[in-house]
């Protein structure tokens, strides 16, 4: 325990719980939350309550929307897993006993809604937190979350904190930091995390780990005590902090710095060495990625090629829709970086949960069985023929080819061909070049898809095999509903047997066929991949070392069949 009652200026050790490994050297950052504050408390007559509850309607809609884009973001710079968090946020926001109790708070009490929330919002909170587990523990951190969510959609118009402006060296200091605000970190300024509150299993802490950000928790004093901008150390591998360290410290976990940033580079380099064949077939191991920073990482950590590149952020990141000119120039810039490697672009894979705010879609009562993927660029032509327009000029300078997301129906393969077929003849008349021959693939993602594979044989040039919402499908188990996680974890071996058979058919085809789901990336199921015939992985960059030694530790074993 420290007391805050030293020199601003003393050196001092503080010991904490490592939540997530790693060193940083940086500044303190107080993680100062407006949403804290006071919030001004008004007297209402009867009168005034239902302007009070329509606000509070209107407030839950605009947290709900807020926390939709929030997964959507979380799902494509992480995945799907650490995303689904935010569902379950969703799922307390929209609960009728939340809402009946405040409700009642504001006829009862007759007090503004912003008071009422946080009157409601503490006492749920406290009910959770009575079960002494830790599980029960973080949802109580997840009523906390979702509360200031609804606080700052009633806030309106009051601007708040931003993670994005922060000191290029910044290393948080918070007395607890929950999901939503993990998700928002700019890691290219954040060095580290420190809290008073925090477990190993905490959302946070899993976030935290995905973004490779040192984590130490835990801590007991007043960490409010040390100014903003105080030079501090922090180690996430045994928890220490050390605050006003000496300049021989800095040095030396500079060094240590360093070297974690060299030992990483020697798995790379070590995976990017190896060739990976078996029975003289080579076996790739390509990136997934969503942004030119994702390509940069790729070729960092030695992918093969391009496996998969999701063009939804581009549209996801603009409040208007993108013009042919910024996907174009934007993509041109970002594949400048793999001329040399072959690049599979997804048309946009949204719809459903994913929300595209200039199309004005209605909420989906159940996302995942609406319009998405393919059947939402289907019933917006538009859309489709800019993005296919858009590749076609790229294909003239890269190695691209076009995946189709949500693949039904061959119906779905040969409108889309058509389509691609009427702006290679507008890209004729106006002489701009684009590769004829370039290919077209269907992404396999759905059980309809996996019956009607020998029909789509005929009208694909490759596949792509997305284990995530192929699982979610097969199981009836919503990938992002953590009640039925059991039930989505059972479907990956499950679908192992019709995996083999597609892949079978494509290869005596002579058609490439890879898997980009998380499935690919799963360490536990390289081997059983590779028995079934899969030569082509396609995963976060940050996995491709790890996917290559393990292919490799099989073959030098010689217990992969051919």
Known sequence: MFSGKQSLSDRLVIMGEPIAQGFAVGRILHFQDILTRESTKRDL??????????????????????????????????????????????????????????????????????????????CWERKVRCADTEDFHERANDVIDVGKRLLKALAGDVKEFNMTDLLTDGVIFAKILLPSDTASLNIKNIKAIVTIEGTQNSHSAILARALDIPFVSKIDGDISAFPHGTRVIVDGKIGTIIINPWETEIETYTRLIQRRLTERRKVVR?????????????????????????????????????????????????????????????????????????????????????RLPFLGAVECVNPALGLNGIRLLLKYPHLLEVQLRVFLRLSATFKVKISVPMVTLPKDMIDVRRYLLKEKEKLIREKIPFNEGIQMGAMIETPSALMLFDELLELSDFFNIGTNDMVQYVMAAGREDIDVVDYYKAGNPIILKALKEVIRKSEERGKEISICGELAGNLDFTKALLDIGLRNFSVQPAFIPYVKNKIFGFLKDSKVHG
């Open 45 to 122: 007559n009867a009168g005034q309550v239902e302007g009070e509850l329509s606000r509070l309607k209107k407030a839950i809609d605009k947290a709900h929307i807020d926390l939709g884009d929030l997964k959507s973001k979380v799902t494509y710079e992480i995945d799907a897993k650490h995303a689904a968090i935010f569902s379950a946020h969703q799922l307390i926001l929209k609960d009728i006993e939340l809402f009946n109790d405040i409700e009642n708070g504001l006829r009862q009490k007759l007090l503004n809604v912003e008071q009422i929330v946080q009157e409601v919002f503490g």
């Open 270 to 354: 070590r995976a990017c060495d190896v060739l990976l064949e078996i029975n003289a077939k080579r076996i790739k191991v390509a990136a997934n990625v969503s942004s030119c920073n994702d390509i940069k990482m790729a070729k960092i950590y030695g992918a093969d090629a391009i496996g998969l590149y999701r063009t939804g952020p581009l549209y996801m990141d603009s409040p208007n829709l993108p013009t042919e000119a910024y996907l174009f120039d934007h993509l041109t810039r970002s594949l400048e970086l793999v001329r040399d490697q072959d690049i599979n672009l997804r048309l946009l894979d949204m719809g459903g949960d994913k």
